[in-house]
Every structure is written in structure tokens, then in C-alpha cells.
């Protein structure tokens, strides 16, 4: 049981691999994507401040002694006002400063960028703790037949990038999220088509167990229809063997059945080895009984019902009180649960009809039975107060024709026949010794 509760099912594995491959994609999309926009708009924001400072130079000028000068108030309004959110200053190389905008008039800058002749760099940066995006532009002004080098610096609050890059953010995990949703619909959707076959298989199988089909039907998928023809065959093969092993032991019974009559006949006769005739006619009867119960013991066939062994027990308590009146046993069964298991009456009255008898059989006077369920599997545990099961002899008790007590009636056939319908049900037989001191029969069905 536990084996099977480890197992995962063929739909959850596929469901559970495809969302992790979506959310994978999902994901490295995301990232591609997100990294893709913020250079963009890395790459689109140092475009613009690059313009400002174009635009810085052709409005920049010489006076008659040859100083680069700049109007106080340029194009942009975002640099003429302190809250414009735009910053701008000239510079030559040592830091010493020619011009700034109003909007930078009063606040604390950074060290400039170190930048050769003609190269730009683009970097965060703080003014007034502020955070900013600044471009540096290092161009040289000819002067009187010299290169005179300015540094021209731009600014912009880094809070509009940021907002910006916040909003695609939002956007990008909005639509993933909506296409996650579609593509985890989708799959669903094939994965349900795809599986359907499954299902329908597995509805057929269990219709063949409870015998209302006896095959698979052939008009599946081409993948399915070698797994399906071969199941065909299989429960056409096991078909025709239980149908061959029932035929023979039939065959065998009703052959034996008019030499067994006439011995009888001889046994009722005043011959004086008759008690001995009839003690092996009665012998050969259990035999060919024991048989025909195996033949009938077959287990999980194709024709099995769902049976309540609650009521099988107390069905065979009723008549074991009977044949055991004059002993007067006192019975005790508990039962919490039905007990219900698919599988097939006769087998559930054999095979506790036998484990019963010995109880009332072998007890002193008291028998207690109580069913019980573990997991899904109904478990029955019958107990008397005789003398038990010697230790030297439980590995063996349920072999053929082993008998605990010569003196009692019988042929050693019951625990046999008890053990073998267990074994075609999967289940598990034991014995043990019991509180109330005699033998301890505990039964596990699988259900």
C-alpha cells in the first residue's frame, strides 16, 4: 500500500513537468524581455540628455577674451527652474566650473567624470543626494588657433527612468501572467485529449472486472491498440485455461462420481471391512471436494461483485450456532465496518466457513471475531480459547492434508483450501496465539 501511495499518476506528471517548462519560459522571457527594455530605455535616455548637450553647445558662445559664456535661461524649461528635474554645468578638465543651470544653482555636484577628448560616459550619480542619470560629453572649443577642452555635463533625475522601467515591469508580468494562464489552459486541454484513451481503457478494465464486458475495446489510438490486442488476448488465453481447468475437474468428478456411488453401495452391505470402505469412500469425497473448491477459488476473475464479509460472518455464525448447539459456545463478533471487497461469495464463505468451524471446533467454549479495516483493506481476526497451534507446526498448518488433531473428523483440506483462496486474493493469512489462549487466525484482503 504504501508502494502504491508513493506512485504518481501519468496526469500528474505531465501536468506538474508542464508547468514547470512554462513557468521556466515564463520566466526566462521575463528576465530577456526586462533586460532588453531596461537598455532601451537606458540606451533612449542617454540619446536625449546627448541632445541636451548639442543643444547646450550651439547655444554656447566666445566673448571678446575668448571665455566660453552661456545664456542664463535656455529652450528646455526643466533647466531654468529649481524643481525642473533637469540639471546641466560646463566644466574645464580641473573641475573649475564656466556656467550651470538654474535648476542646478545652489546644489552640491559630484567630481566630474574623467573623460578623454571626444568620449562620453554615462553613469548614476547623486546631487544633493539625489539620485540622477548624468552624461559627460568632453569636446574642444578652438580658441584663437588653440583647443581649449570643456566638459559638458547633463542630469536628470533617475525617479522618471525609474517609473518608467516600474510601469514596463507591471506590464510585462501582467501579460506573462495572462499567457501563463492561457498556455496552462491550453495543455490542460491537450493533456486531457491526450489522456482520454487512458481513461477509457482503464473504465473498460474495470467493467471487465466487475463482468460487464469481457474485452477491450480495439478502436483506440494506433500507440494503444498493441498494448489493447495484447490484453485481448491475455483475457482470451486466461479465459479458455480457467474454462479447460473447471472442464477437467468437472470431467474428473462426474468420472469419479459412479465408482464412488458403487463403493457406497458395497460399504451399506454386511461385509466386514465395510466401516473401512466407507472411511475411503468418504476420503476420496473431501479429495474430489477440495478440487471442485479449488477450481471455484478463483480469485480476482472476471465476474467479481462487491461482497460484505460482515454479512458472510454473521451468515455462517448463524449456522455454526446451529451445528455446534449442544456445545453452547459463547461468541463475541465486533465489527465495526462491512468489510466490502469485490470478489466472489462463494470463495468469502469457504474460506471463513473453514476458519470458522475449527474455532467452534477446536474451542473450549468461548470464540471472538472481529473485523476491522487497515487503509482500504478489510483485515479479520478469529480467535478461540482451545488449546492452540503448537509453534513447531505454524509454518506448516496450512499444507494439504495436515491435520492438528487425528482424533477430530476431517482430512486436513480446510486451512489448505483457506490459504489458497488468500493467496488468489492477494492477501495474507497468519496464526498466532490468542489472549484467550487458543489460536489466532488473522486475515488481510486486499479490497
Known sequence: MRHQANRQSLRSTLI???LLISTLFIVLTAFVLERAFYHALWERTKQQLEAQIYTLMAVADLDSQGQLILPRYIADERFNH???GRYARVLRPDGSEVWRSESAVGRTWPPPSKVRQGDSLTRISYIDAVEVIEHTYRVAWEVNGRDDNYLFVVAENYQDFAVALTSFRWRLFI???????????GQFVVFRRMLKPLAQVQAELQAIELGQRARLDEGLPIELAGLVARINRLLSFEEAQRQRFQNSVGDLAHSLKTPL????????????DAACIRDA???ADQLVQYYLNRARAVGRGSTQ?????????????????KVYADKGVTVEFESADEGTL?????DMLELFGNLIDNAFKYCRGAVLIALTMKDTSPVVTIEDDGSGIPDRVKQSVFERGRRLDEKMAGHGLGLSIAANIVQAYEGKIEVARSPLGGAKVTVTLQA
Open 16 to 18: 506538474q513537468t508542464s
Open 82 to 84: 529649481w524643481g525642473g
Open 175 to 185: 501579460s506573462l501572467a495572462l499567457l501563463g494562464v492561457v498556455i496552462l489552459f
Open 261 to 272: 456411488t458403487m463403493i457406497a453401495n458395497e460399504a451399506n452391505s454386511d461385509r466386514p
Open 281 to 283: 469412500v468418504s476420503r
Open 305 to 321: 461483485q462487491k461482497v460484505s464479509l460482515r454479512t458472510v460472518i454473521q451468515n455462517l455464525l448463524e449456522a455454526m450456532n
Open 342 to 346: 469485490r470478489g466472489h461469495e462463494g
